[in-house]
């Protein structure tokens, strides 16, 4: 979540947060979160002042580049002789 909050700025995040909650929304996984702020992105941007999909590609980017780095670093590990 502290990636969210980077991208979109603590009130803004705190804003959402509190919405899905109004709204009985699951906010444990980032994939609960993602598709609440896409269902509902016309509402949200007004209280936000951001368009939360827009952040939320910053975030989703980040995911992908740590899961290619962990299956780098992962065969790397191999490739040296670890196990």
Do not use: C
């Not at 947060?17 to 993602?34: C, P, S, T, V, Y």
């Not at 016309?42 to 827009?54: G, I, T």
């Not at 590990?77 to 196990?83: C, D, F, L, P």
């Amino acid at each position: 979540m502290l990636d969210i909050e980077h991208a979109m700025g603590a009130s803004a995040v705190t804003k959402l947060f509190l919405d899905m909650k109004e709204n009985r929304a699951d906010r444990r996984k980032w994939e609960d979160i993602d598709r609440y702020s896409r269902m509902n992105q016309e509402r949200l941007f007004k209280p936000l002042k951001h368009d939360p999909v827009k952040w939320e590609g910053n975030v989703d980017g980040v995911f992908s580049t740590g899961f290619s780095l962990e299956t780098e670093w992962k065969l790397a590990y191999k490739v040296a002789g670890n196990s």
